[in-house]
């Protein structure tokens, strides 16, 4: 199984310039994912540090193919690119999970599941554990609703799922 943690285009932060604050909600998913599930790939890609715009973001997704791809805004004013980047893996392939995660999210999970419906599942508030019952789920290729409504910390639509 292979999951990217997108963090995505966006411009630099005015008050800080070029400075480059590392994105740490996917750093410290990416690293728990590491230790708990040795045999899934995880790749976390940062577009700010790499350069990367829309269309080499695109690229990107397209040649690691993955099968979770999650993304998170560290603030309200990012949250649009999130959900740009969860729309853009969506259409380049309609089978891969996508979750988001984040402040923002945690606190308008249920509207923002209705507005987007290419983001399958929300975590809410810290992430660290349900994502681990999260891939605990898929790695199980495990399909029932009932498993996936016993992780405790996500939102998503029952009727598109
Ligand atoms: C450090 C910090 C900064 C640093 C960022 C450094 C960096 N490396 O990113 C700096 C100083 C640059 C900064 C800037 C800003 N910040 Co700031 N910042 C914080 C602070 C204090 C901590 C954030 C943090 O690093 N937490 C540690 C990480 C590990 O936790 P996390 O991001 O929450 O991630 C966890 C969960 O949310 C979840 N999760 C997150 N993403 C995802 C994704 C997936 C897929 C999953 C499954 C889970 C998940 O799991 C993670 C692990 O548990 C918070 C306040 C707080 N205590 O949270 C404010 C906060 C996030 N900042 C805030 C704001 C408003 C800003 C600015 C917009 C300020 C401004 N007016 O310009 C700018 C935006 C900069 C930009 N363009 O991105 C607000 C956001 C509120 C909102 N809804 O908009 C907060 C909440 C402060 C506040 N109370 O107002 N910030």
Not at 105 to 119: A, G, H, N, R, S
Not at 139 to 144: D, F, G, L, V
Request: with cysteine; proline share 6%; hydrophobic share 40%.
């Amino acid at each position: 199984m292979k999951i990217l943690l997108i963090e995505p285009p966006k411009k630099f932060w005015f008050v800080m310039g070029e400075y480059l604050p590392p994105p740490y909600n996917l750093l410290l998913l990416a690293a728990v994912i590491e230790k708990e599930f040795p045999e899934i790939n995880v790749k976390v890609i940062d577009c700010q540090a790499n350069r990367l715009d829309w269309e080499k973001v695109k690229r990107k997704i397209r040649q690691e193919d993955p099968d979770i791809v999650g993304s998170g805004s560290h603030a309200t004013c990012n949250v649009y690119k999130t959900i740009r980047t969860l729309d853009l893996v969506k259409k380049i392939n309609p089978q891969i999970v996508t979750i988001a995660g984040g402040n923002h999210f945690t606190m308008l999970d249920k509207v923002t599941l209705q507005e987007y419906p290419f983001i399958d599942i929300i975590v809410r508030y810290e992430g660290e554990k349900a994502l681990v019952e999260l891939l605990k789920y898929y790695s199980a290729n495990e399909t029932s609703k009932k498993g996936l409504k016993a992780i405790k910390g996500i939102s998503f639509m029952e009727n598109r799922i």
